[in-house]
């Protein structure tokens, strides 16, 4: 083989090797493309792990006390003690007489 057909064959190799490289399975592209998809679900990840711990929290409380229950009933039932007056007090523009 002559030193010609040596350079050839290894230029050949590096093309196939840069090709590869830059277009194939594993090219940069594709890395960078599954970094960021790798990004965005660890941020997802955390989101979901930050509400299940207070989830989880809310969930003991309930089993504690009842507290939690009163203050439940409170803000999204709009239920009162007997006895208690319910005054809500809107902000904003006042009313023209």
Not at 17 to 33: C, F, N, P, R, T
Request: aromatic share 2%; proline share 3%.
């Amino acid at each position: 083989m002559g030193s010609r057909t040596v350079a050839l064959l290894l230029l050949l190799l590096l093309l196939l090797i840069h090709l590869q490289l830059w277009s194939g399975h594993g090219s940069i592209g594709e890395v960078a493309q599954m970094r960021a998809q790798l990004s965005a679900q660890q941020a997802a990840n955390a989101k979901a792990r930050l509400a299940n711990e207070h989830l989880e929290a809310e969930v003991q409380d309930l089993k504690q006390g009842l507290d939690i229950v009163e203050e439940k009933a409170r803000s999204e039932l709009g239920m009162v003690k007997p006895g208690e007056v319910y005054v809500e007090v809107l902000r904003g523009s006042p009313a023209k007489p």
